[in-house]
């Protein structure tokens, strides 16, 4: 494993993650020492993929139910120093990971809140239903973050797969958020 760059060890995270036994390497030594490069990659630098590889190893550690804290304690340091650079998909991913996981980084929703906000315009309907998915589980009442999801889920929710179409109106409603846009979608 020491021939691992950070894109190899996230890649490789990810694909254990999406495998159908996945839950069968948890606890394996090799599953181990391939997330213990984690962070020594980290302290060593960035990588070029930086904004992928923090999101697929948050999403399969997520998937595979892996709660390391000090991990992402490092995992959320890194993905405030390069969010700003991260897309549609790893900023839902990364929230997606922490709510799957009962994390709570006061600081990366602040921060994470406000890409989303510049990107939400090009959120694809998983993209919305995952935020605001994750939002709901983490209990952030941010009711303009919502109203936005609802403006631009509006219309993706037609074309989305029903766990997406539902997911937002869940997570207003779980919320307990009321305001016009949000209604709609709910009604």
């Known amino acids: 494993l020491p021939q691992f760059h950070l894109v190899n060890?996230?890649?490789?995270?990810?694909?254990?993650a999406k495998a159908s036994d996945r839950h069968t390497v948890v606890e394996r030594r090799s599953l181990r020492a391939l997330i213990s490069r984690v962070p020594v990659l980290l302290r060593q630098g960035t990588s070029d993929d930086?904004?992928?590889s923090l999101a697929n190893i948050m999403w399969a550690c997520a998937k595979l139910g892996y709660t390391d804290l000090p991990l992402f304690t490092l995992l959320s340091t890194e993905a405030l120093r390069h969010l700003s650079s991260m897309d549609c998909q790893e900023c839902s991913n990364m929230v997606w990971a922490f709510a799957t996981l009962e994390i709570?980084?006061?600081?990366?929703?602040?921060?994470?809140?406000?890409?989303?906000?510049?990107?939400?315009?090009e959120f694809s309907t998983q993209d919305l239903a995952n935020s605001s998915w994750a939002y709901a589980k983490l209990g952030v009442r941010d009711l303009p973050f919502m109203q936005a999801v609802a403006v631009h889920a509006d219309d993706k929710l037609l074309l989305g797969i029903p766990q997406n179409i539902s997911n937002v109106p869940?997570?207003?409603?779980?919320?307990?958020?009321?305001?016009?846009?949000?209604?709609?979608?709910?009604d």
């Open 9 to 16: 060890v996230a890649t490789a995270l990810h694909r254990v």
């Open 50 to 52: 930086m904004g992928v």
């Open 104 to 121: 709570y980084h006061e600081q990366l929703i602040k921060d994470w809140r406000q890409r989303s906000l510049q990107l939400i315009s």
């Open 170 to 186: 869940w997570a207003i409603g779980t919320l307990m958020l009321e305001s016009p846009p949000l209604m709609t979608l709910v």
